[in-house]
């Protein structure tokens, strides 16, 4: 397959040096010209729970070419109706575009190409950009896993040419409620992601603290309490059921789920959160596209989600610089904490 990861970077840097060492024909696309400059000089390096420096191929959006099989796509959903126009007359009759985005972009984009041409899959690991082309895998080797679906009318031959593409960095699990499986992904996201850029800091930095549990948990609630509501299914993450683990109905439960949100980060405590990395680099966030569902989905079916919304609010003040990235805006929910 000729294949493109469209906006190439911390994660798409990791997946892009991960298929060109298996000899997938790939190229990384990003707008950044420093970065691509770096790609295409020093090649991929990454670092963190592995290390790997891999010569790739890499271009800026004009140079990318077409006839593509397969197209990638990783940047953020802030402008997804023209980056999928831009992106359409790059693939081959046949070709797809498979979203690694938050949130729940598959709609969208097929309604723009077709259903037909649209895969979805969820990313279960992590990574930091160091540098131009340095990315930092931040998530254990051993706990990398993607989630891959389907919208309807996608050949199985292409579907399974694409997981087989995505099995050369780790292991893909179909999922063939692919809705379910983001809502799933957007509860970890809109927990640990959210609170973790709330308060500047890492997903295992949200749980450190007794406070930090108790949001995790009522976080974790709202996002189930909305699927209920929403009548949809979560997906197991990695052969996990999170309604099993992480709901609850009474305190005795409660307890139960603070002590097992630990365990179940484990081997993703170092994730920094891309909202995070993105305030940081003066830049808006994809907070409307993970928490702003959660809140819109409670909404339509009268479920409260007073941890999310705050999540929102504190996070546009923090891209409009009127909330510093601080540990002690843990203290911003007392009075949710308190109800």
């Known amino acids: 397959m000729k294949c493109a990861i469209y906006g190439a970077g911390s994660l798409g840097t990791v997946l892009g040096a991960y298929l060109t060492r298996a000899n997938v024909d790939v190229v990384l696309v990003n707008h950044n010209v420093e ?3 770096a790609l295409k ?3 991929a390096r990454i670092v963190g729970r592995v290390y790997m420096q891999m010569k790739v191929k890499a271009a800026l959006p004009e140079e990318m070419g077409d006839g593509f099989d ?9 402008d997804n109706v023209n980056v999928v126009r831009f992106l359409e007359p790059k693939l081959k ?4 575009i498979v979203t690694l985005q938050n949130g729940l972009p598959e709609p969208l ?3 723009i190409i077709g259903p037909s041409r649209t895969l979805g899959c969820i990313v279960e690991w992590g990574a930091t950009m160091k540098g131009p082309g340095i990315s930092e895998l931040t998530s254990d080797e051993d706990g990398l896993y993607f989630h891959m679906g389907k919208m309807p009318g996608v050949s199985d031959e292409k579907f399974q040419m694409v997981k087989q593409t995505l099995e050369k960095m780790c292991p893909v699990d179909v999922e063939d409620n692919i809705l379910g499986a983001r809502f799933t992904k957007m509860l970890v996201n809109s927990t640990f992601s959210g609170l973790g850029t709330v308060i500047g800091g890492s997903f295992g930095a949200v749980i450190n603290t007794k406070k930090g549990r108790e949001l995790s948990a009522r976080c974790m609630k709202e996002c189930v309490e909305v699927s209920k509501a929403n009548n949809i299914t979560l997906a197991k993450i990695q052969g996990r059921d999170l309604l099993r683990f992480f709901y609850y109905q009474n305190n005795f439960k409660k307890k139960i789920v603070k002590i097992l949100i630990p365990i179940g980060l484990k081997n993703h405590k170092a994730i920094i959160p891309s909202m ?22 409670g909404r339509k079916s009268g479920v409260l989600t007073p941890i999310n919304d705050r999540i929102v609010e504190i996070i546009h003040k923090q891209e409009e610089g009127l909330i510093p990235l601080s540990a002690k805006n843990i203290n911003l929910f007392d009075d949710i904490l308190s109800m």
């Open 93 to 96: 009759e046949d070709g797809v």
């Open 276 to 297: 995070l990395q993105d305030i940081r680099k003066g830049k808006k966030c994809e907070v409307d596209a993970i928490n702003g569902v959660i809140c819109e989905y």
């Open 109 to 111: 984009i097929a309604s």
């Open 41 to 43: 000089e020093n090649g």
């Open 35 to 37: 970065l691509i400059k």
């Open 70 to 78: 397969c197209i990638f796509l990783m940047t953020k959903q802030l």
